[in-house]
C-alpha cells in the first residue's frame, strides 16, 4: 500500500512538472485564458455588495431585526471608539453607554458585520474625526508586526484615505490606533476589560498592543467592573452536576420566561468537554428589555445549589445581592437541620446581606414522580422550576392565573419532554408543582439566633 500511494504521489508531481513546462515552453495561450479567467471573476465579486446590501434589507422585512456592513454607537462626536466583531460588541454598547452617562467619556463603538468585501469607506468614516480608537480580535497572530487581520486592513483602510487612492475619500489626518487579543479560548470579555481598554487609549504612554481576559505580561489590568444589566433584571446562577438535568431546566425556564412571560430571556450553561459527572454552572438573565452584556454574571438575584458540596469547595453566594434567595437541595425537614450544615462563613454572608435561604428534597421528590427509571436523576433539576415560579415576581406580574402558567409550563415541557411520551411530560408537570408546593424557608429569627 506504501509504495502505490508514493507511486500516486509521484505521478502527481511529474504531472503537475509537465503541465509547468509545456507552459514555460510556449503554451502561452492557455497561460492567457487561465489569467483572463481569474480576473474575469472580478466581475461576480463586483455584485456582492449589492446583494448583501438587499439581503440585509430582506432580514429586516422578516425578522425586524437590522444589520448593516457597520453599525456605529454613538461615534459622531466621540473621542475614542472601540471596534470590532462578535457579540462582544452588544457588551461594548451597553459599556458606551455607562462610560458617557456615568464618566463623561465621550466613547464610542463600531461592530462591523461584514468583513469581505470589506466595508473601507464606512470605517474611514466612522472613525476619522476621533482622537485614538482600539481594535478588538479574538485571535493573536504573533508574527505579525503592525497587528492581527481585522487591524491590518483598518491600517490599510486609513493608508488609502490618507492618500486618497482606490476610491476612498482623502483625509488629513488619522487617530492614534491601538490595538488588542480579546475574548481568547472564548472567555467573556466583560464591562470592566471595555472600560480598561478606554482608560488604555486616554493614556500618555497607553500601550500600541495588549490582551484582556487573561493573565499576562501585556494584560490591562481591570479596576472597575460595573452592573449594567437592564432596569429590574432579574438573573440567577445554579451550581450543579452534569447529569442532573440542570442545563434542559435551564432551557426551560428560558423558553417560559420568553413565551409565557413575554421577557427578554438570555442563559446559558458553562462546563467542560466530559460533563456528565462533573461540576456545572449555568447562568440565567430575564429582563423587560434587550440584554446586552454577554458575559458570565457577577450580580445575581438567585443562587441554586442542585449540588451542596458547592459550599464546601467555592463560594457559591459570591456576587449575590442583598436580600437575593436561596434554593438548595437537602434530604432534612426541619429547616434548623439544614441551616446548621451550612459553613459558618456562608452563614455570615446570609446574615450579612439578609438573603433568603429555601430548600426541598428535590432527589426525593424525582424518585418518586419519575415512571421511567433512568429518567429520576435527571428529573431533579425540573423541581427548580416550581421553586422559580415561587420565587420570582413574573407569574403574579403578568396577572395570569394558576392555571394559564400552568398551560404555558406544560406547553414548554411538551417541547423538550414531548417525544419521550405522554408520561415523562405529565411527570416533570407533577415536579414542577411539587417544586413550587413543597419548597420550606429557612426563618430569619432562625437565621439571626
Keep these: 500500500m506504501r509504495e502505490e500511494f508514493v507511486g ?36 461576480y465579486y463586483d455584485q456582492v455588495e449589492p446583494a448583501l446590501a438587499e439581503a440585509f434589507e430582506e432580514f429586516y422585512r422578516k425578522t425586524g431585526r437590522r444589520y448593516d456592513f457597520v453599525e456605529p454607537y454613538r ?15 452588544e457588551t461594548a454598547q451597553i459599556t458606551v453607554d455607562y462610560l458617557r452617562d456615568e464618566m463623561g467619556i465621550k466613547a464610542g463603538c463600531l461592530n462591523i458585520f461584514c468583513f469581505r468585501p470589506f466595508p473601507t469607506q464606512a470605517i474611514v468614516d466612522a472613525l476619522k474625526d476621533c482622537k485614538a480608537f482600539t481594535v478588538i480580535e479574538r485571535m493573536d497572530d504573533p508574527l505579525s508586526t503592525t497587528g492581527n487581520h481585522l487591524t491590518r486592513e483598518i491600517k490599510a483602510a486609513f493608508c ?46 497607553g500601550q500600541d498592543f495588549f490582551c484582556v481576559g487573561v493573565k499576562h505580561a501585556l ?59 462533573l461540576p456545572t454552572t449555568y447562568y440565567l438573565t430575564i429582563a423587560d428589555s434587550h440584554i446586552f452584556s454577554h458575559a458570565e454574571l457577577e450580580h445575581v438575584d438567585l443562587v441554586v445549589l442542585n449540588d451542596t458540596t458547592a459550599l464546601l469547595s467555592g463560594d457559591p453566594l459570591k456576587g449575590m445581592v442583598d436580600r437575593g434567595a436561596i434554593f438548595m437541595q437537602s434530604p432534612f425537614t426541619e429547616p434548623a437541620d439544614v441551616w446548621e450544615r451550612i459553613p459558618a462563613h456562608h ?13 426541598a428534597d428535590m432527589v426525593k421528590i424525582s424518585r418518586e414522580v419519575a415512571s421511567v427509571a433512568d429518567l429520576e436523576m435527571r428529573m431533579q433539576g425540573i423541581v427548580l422550576l416550581g421553586a422559580f415560579l415561587k420565587l420570582t415576581p413574573f407569574a403574579t406580574d403578568s396577572g395570569m392565573s394558576d392555571d394559564e402558567v400552568y398551560a404555558g409550563v406544560e406547553k414548554a415541557l411538551r417541547k423538550y419532554f414531548g417525544k419521550r411520551g405522554e408520561q415523562v411530560v405529565q411527570d416533570n408537570l407533577t415536579c414542577v408543582k411539587r417544586g413550587y408546593s413543597e419548597m420550606q424557608e429557612i426563618s430569619q429569627d432562625l437565621i439571626q439566633a
Design 8 to 43: 500516486k504521489q509521484e505521478d502527481k508531481r511529474f504531472n503537475l512538472m509537465d503541465r509547468e513546462n509545456r507552459m514555460m515552453s510556449g503554451d502561452v495561450q492557455n497561460q492567457d485564458s487561465y489569467m483572463k479567467g481569474k480576473m474575469a471573476q472580478r466581475w
Design 75 to 89: 461615534c459622531e462626536d466621540a473621542e475614542y471608539i472601540l471596534v470590532g466583531i462578535g457579540s462582544y460588541m
Design 160 to 205: 488609502d484615505a490618507l492618500t486618497g487612492q482606490n476610491g476612498i475619500q482623502k483625509i488629513d489626518q488619522m487617530p492614534k490606533i491601538f490595538h488588542g487579543a480579546a475574548g481568547l479560548g472564548s472567555r467573556d470579555v466583560r464591562p470592566g476589560d471595555i472600560i480598561s481598554i478606554f482608560d488604555n487609549m486616554q493614556k500618555e504612554n
Design 219 to 277: 494584560a490591562l489590568e481591570m479596576d472597575n467592573d460595573p452592573d449594567l444589566r437592564p432596569p429590574a433584571a432579574f438573573s440567577m446562577r445554579g451550581h450543579s452536576v452534569g447529569g442532573f438535568g440542570s442545563v434542559t431546566t435551564n432551557k426551560v425556564i428560558a423558553t417560559i420566561g420568553g413565551n409565557v412571560f413575554g421577557k427578554d430571556v438570555q442563559a446559558y450553561p458553562k462546563y467542560g468537554s466530559e460533563k456528565k459527572g
Design 347 to 359: 452563614q455570615k454572608t446570609i446574615r450579612d446581606k439578609k438573603l433568603r435561604p429555601f430548600f
